[in-house]
């Protein structure tokens, strides 16, 4: 009853002053405390329908759809819809980057742990496919979007489009590159 009582006051407050983003996190951090995923994401989506331009908004529908949902593909198109909008944002940019890079490493991760196949890194970095525990080379392997994500094409990609967007100046590169891969 309380949680409810509390949430309806929160909804009072974000329809009276919906373009306090400090009250929509407020509302949102509450939610999430108190595990209330079905409202959180409607919260969520209305807070971003408000104010398309907060990176921090965009940034955490992307979490919750990873982390919360485990749905990598609807973060994915999450985050390039942000990006779509706010092309010059490099926080932005930069969190598509590193869930990509996450993304990739994880499915490495649960490759091998399930015995699927094992990977060995080339000299250039790159991901190859190497003969099974039962001496079959493994055909998803091959597949060219598993071996593109698991070699980090796609993070490659982003990290491109990045790089040619004009939210990161000429000057800025170098250190932009170094903070994507820390």
């Known amino acids: 009853h309380g949680i409810r009582h509390v949430s309806y006051i929160f909804e009072r407050a974000v329809r009276r002053f919906p373009n306090d983003i ?17 409202i959180f994401s409607s919260v969520l989506m209305r807070a971003l329908h408000l104010h398309p331009r907060n990176a921090q908004l965009w940034i ?4 919750m759809e990873t982390v919360l949902n485990g749905n990598s593909h609807a973060a994915r198109v999450m985050m390039q819809r942000a990006i779509r909008i706010n ?8 969190f598509y980057f590193r869930q990509e890079m996450f993304e990739a490493v994880k499915v490495q991760k649960r490759r091998e742990a399930l015995g699927l196949s094992t990977v060995k890194r080339k000299g250039d970095g790159s991901v190859e496919a190497v003969e099974s525990a039962d001496g079959d080379n493994e055909e998803e392997v091959s597949n060219a979007g598993l071996r593109r994500l698991m070699n980090g094409d796609i993070a490659a990609i982003v990290f491109n489009h990045a790089m040619d967007s004009s939210a990161i100046k000429p000057e800025e590169q170098l250190p932009f590159a170094l903070q994507m891969y820390q």
């Open 22 to 38: 400090a009250l929509w996190e407020a509302y949102l951090n509450f939610l999430q405390k108190y595990n209330s995923k079905s």
């Open 60 to 63: 955490r529908a992307a979490s």
């Open 87 to 94: 092309p010059h944002d490099k926080e932005l940019w930069l």
